[in-house]
Nanobody
Framework: VQLQASGGGLVQAGGSLRLSCAAS????????AGWFRQAPGKEREFVAA???????YYADSVKGRCTISRDNAKNTVYLQMNSLKPEDTAVYYC?????????????????WGQGTLVTVSS
């Protein structure tokens, strides 16, 4: 499966963005999905995950502000981000894995999108 992330941009603190991850090659419903991010000078970190049964899990840093969802008709996974903070500034990556359950470690994912930059100004 090939993944294409989009939706990043510049937003003021307190604003919202919706990131999209479109899949081609196979239907996204056959995969578990995750979002990760990498801020400048930092390691890539987990943000959110969705299992094949649509259960979800979030990093504490985004819990209550972000929602991961899936639209099987569009073969796309989304990350809705609200109440954005400057510390959310990062390149956001979507990822997919064929295993059924949630994955919060990047090593569990075999497929990655190219990343989309989110910049939150204060």
């Amino acid at each position: 499966v090939q993944l294409q992330a989009s939706g990043g941009g510049l937003v003021q603190a307190g604003g919202s963005l919706r990131l999209s991850c479109a899949a081609s090659g196979r239907t996204f419903s056959s995969y578990s999905a995750g979002w990760f991010r990498q801020a400048p000078g930092k390691e890539r970190e987990f943000v959110a995950a969705m299992g094949r049964n649509d259960n979800t899990y979030y990093a504490d840093s985004v819990k209550g502000r972000c929602t991961i969802s899936r639209d099987n008709a569009k073969n796309t996974v989304y990350l809705q981000m609200n109440s954005l903070k400057p510390e959310d500034t990062a390149v956001y990556y979507c990822a997919a894995r064929t295993q059924y359950g949630l994955g919060i470690h990047q090593s569990l994912y075999g497929y990655w999108g190219q990343g989309t930059l989110v910049t939150v100004s204060s």
